[in-house]
């Protein structure tokens, strides 16, 4: 995958960013997942995704990922790729 491909993968990411409210034994949480292409439509393989301070995956060669059990509050979203600048984004999750 060349740079200028996954460069734009970051607000791809943003946009398809989707989350779930799921409830078990009474206690609220998320699941956060979704699929990371680059500006072409194409998947953007192993790039690092995760909640600040919580957990992180790594997106799969399809660029699918998956976040499980994200409690609800403010959360921060971050996305990287190696040799790329890491971009950041808030979240909320009810």
């Given at each position: 995958m060349n740079t200028q491909k996954t460069y734009a993968f970051i607000l791809i990411f943003f946009i398809s960013l989707s989350s779930f409210i799921t409830v078990a034994e009474g206690i609220k949480s998320s699941?956060?997942?979704?699929?990371?292409?680059?500006?072409?439509?194409?998947?953007?393989?192993?790039?690092?995704v995760g909640?600040?301070?919580?957990?992180?995956?790594?997106s799969d060669e399809n660029g699918f990922?998956?976040?499980?059990?994200?409690?609800?509050?403010?959360?921060?979203i971050k996305v990287s790729y190696v040799g790329l600048i890491g971009e950041e984004k808030s979240i909320s999750l009810n």
């Open positions: 699941i956060i997942q979704g699929k990371i292409t680059t500006a072409d439509g194409l998947p953007a393989a192993y790039v690092n909640v600040k301070g919580i957990k992180s995956t790594i990922y998956i976040l499980k059990n994200i409690p609800a509050g403010n959360h921060i």
